[in-house]
C-alpha cells in the first residue's frame, strides 16, 4: 500500500522549530515526511525521538550532493538514525544534460555516489526537474541518463509535464526502479497548488500504485502560505 509524505523543502519558509513543523505534519495526516537538507538544528537522536512519539515514518531524504560525495559515511549514519533507507540527488545542474557526452558523465557521477552508498546498505535515487528532458538526436538527456546509472528514479510529476512529457508514462516506464513518487502540480510551468494545475494527479497516483511505489510525496515549491499547504497536500493525497 502507497502511503503519503511531504517534502520539507515545501515548508522551509515557516518560521517554526522543527518539532512543531513535524507535530503540523502528523496532525494533518501523513504517514511520514522526507527531509531536505534541513533538521532545524536538532540531533539525529532528537528527530528519531520525536519522528517515533508522532509515528511518523521518513522516506529517503534529499541530500546535497557535496555531502554525498565527501562524507558518505556521515550521511547514513544521520539519516539511519533518523529511518531512512536511502538518500535523494536532488539537484544537478542543467549543464550536466545538454548533451549525450554530459549526461553520460552525470550517470557515472551518479553511480560513484550510488556505489559508496550501496557499501553501507543504502540505496540512492535521482530526483528530476525539467532540464533532464533536453533534446538531442532521437532521445532525451533524461532517457540517456536513466538507461545508463543504476539508481533508483523518484519522477517529479509536475518538471516532467512542464518539460512536455507524460509523468504517468515515465512512472509506468521506469516503474521497477521508482519506490518515490514527487507530486508537485504545475500551471503552464509555474508552481500552483496540488490539484490546481496541468498535472493529472489521479492518474499519477494510480501508475504509482500500479507500479508498487511506496511513496506519494507531496511537494510545493513556493506556497502562498507554508501551513495551509501542508493541511491541503495531506487532504489531496488522502483523496487520491
Not at 559515511?73 to 544534460?97: K, M
Amino acid at each position: 500500500m502507497v502511503r503519503t509524505a511531504i517534502n520539507l523543502y515545501s515548508v522551509r519558509e515557516l518560521d517554526l522549530p522543527m518539532a512543531e513543523i513535524l507535530e503540523r505534519c502528523a496532525a494533518a495526516g501523513y504517514d511520514g515526511v522526507q527531509f531536505s537538507g534541513g533538521f532545524g538544528g536538532r540531533s539525529a537522536e532528537e528527530l528519531a525521538d520525536h519522528l517515533d512519539d508522532l509515528d511518523l515514518a521518513v522516506t529517503a531524504s534529499h541530500v546535497d550532493v557535496d555531502d554525498l560525495e565527501s562524507d558518505p559515511a556521515r550521511v547514513v549514519d544521520f539519516h539511519e538514525t533518523i529511518g531512512a533507507d536511502g538518500a535523494v540527488v536532488p539537484w544537478l545542474g542543467p549543464e550536466q544534460f545538454e548533451s549525450r557526452a554530459a549526461t553520460l558523465e552525470t550517470a557515472d557521477r551518479v553511480d560513484g555516489m550510488a556505489a559508496d552508498l550501496l557499501d553501507y546498505g543504502f540505496a540512492l535515487h535521482y530526483h528530476n526537474h525539467d532540464h533532464e528532458f533536453a533534446a538531442f538526436d532521437d532521445t532525451t538527456g533524461f532517457e540517456v541518463f536513466a538507461d545508463h546509472t543504476d539508481a533508483l528514479l523518484e519522477p517529479d510529476v509536475g518538471w516532467i509535464e512542464t518539460a512536455g512529457h507524460d509523468p504517468v508514462e515515465i512512472v509506468e516506464r521506469y516503474g521497477e526502479r521508482v519506490e518515490i513518487v514527487h507530486m508537485k502540480d504545475m500551471d503552464d510551468g509555474e508552481f500552483c497548488e496540488i490539484g490546481d494545475g496541468d498535472v493529472d494527479m489521479q492518474a499519477c497516483a494510480d501508475a504509482a500504485r500500479e507500479v508498487d511505489a511506496e511513496w506519494l510525496v507531496y511537494e510545493h515549491d513556493e506556497p502562498e502560505d507554508p501551513a495551509a499547504s501542508i493541511d491541503a497536500g495531506a487532504e489531496f493525497l488522502a483523496g487520491l
